[in-house]
């Protein structure tokens, strides 16, 4: 079976968040599919098969990181519906069946993907003891982002501190269940991007995150709040780096990337 590595919310390769995808006739055990995640050993790998006509979806999606499956990730859907369109396996808008409910991911004609996620409910909190520490900054504000996304989102002063930020991850993973998502407002209004953000996930075995998607669908609600405007992009400035444009629609949070296939393979397990 084919196996590709995407790079997904990326203009060129060698940038964004890579994926791995596996299509399927059906899923097999999911030590399988674990093993597979473990050893192409990026953040996510998506594996995905298609449903019978007439239902809700059209292709059945799961993701798992190298430790574990998880419930939603918007880097490695916008990667499978790169592959589905780029290999005309699928036309038009894609219903991906998932753990989070049905997404869908609707190319444009000129190779972008939107993708339909749930916004996470975001809940104001207290700071919890040692997170500042943990982090390695102070923040200003820190929100819950519901059980869906399962981070703590915490807005920093200035993008200084958050380019800035090497935290220690151990200890950070005892403050959320998947991890951290660390934020601040564009420093330069000028700039062509609103929010600069950056996701540490040690609970599901991702120190430093490329580029998120589902954090966006935290992170879009609360800087339109901030700044007033329903449609923004926001730059995740990890190593790789990416930039996510989000579209606020009330409980749906539309974000929007370009991917790109950086390699083609066969996969020789059984």
């Not at 055990?29 to 019978?52: C, G, K, S």
């Not at 918007?74 to 699928?90: I, S």
């Not at 501190?161 to 993973?173: E, T, Y």
Request: glycine residues 10%; hydrophobic residues 45%.
């Amino acid at each position: 079976m084919r196996i590709r590595i995407v790079d997904a919310f990326a203009e060129r390769p060698f940038t964004g968040n890579p994926a791995g995808v596996v299509l399927l006739d059906s899923f097999p055990d999911d030590l399988w599919l674990r093993n597979v995640a473990m050893e192409v050993n990026h953040a996510e790998t998506a594996f995905a098969h298609p449903l019978p006509e007439g239902g809700d979806g059209d292709w059945a999606l799961r993701w798992f990181t190298p430790v574990t499956e998880v419930a939603m990730c918007g880097h490695a859907t916008l990667a499978t519906a790169h592959v589905l369109h780029t290999t005309g396996t699928h036309t038009g808008p894609v219903r991906f069946a998932t753990r989070s409910g049905v997404l869908t991911a609707t190319p444009a004609a000129d190779g972008a993907i939107t993708l339909d996620f749930p916004t996470a409910p975001l809940t104001r909190v207290d700071t919890p003891a040692g997170v500042a520490d943990a982090l390695g900054a102070e923040p200003v504000a820190v929100f819950d982002t519901g059980p869906g996304v399962g981070d703590l989102l915490l807005e920093l002063a200035d993008e200084k501190a958050v380019l800035g930020l090497s935290p220690d991850l151990r200890a950070l993973g005892a403050h959320s269940v998947r991890g951290i998502i660390a934020t601040a407002r564009a420093e330069d209004p000028a700039s062509d991007y609103d929010y600069v953000s950056r996701c540490f996930f040690p609970n599901v075995g991702i120190a430093e995150d490329s580029v998120t998607g589902s954090a966006h669908t935290a992170l879009a609600p609360h800087w339109s709040a901030r700044l007033g405007r329903p449609d923004l992009t926001g730059l995740q400035a990890s190593r790789r780096t990416g930039f996510v444009r989000t579209a606020l629609r009330g409980d749906r949070t539309l974000l929007t990337g370009r991917a790109v296939t950086v390699i083609d393979g066969e996969l020789l397990t059984p």
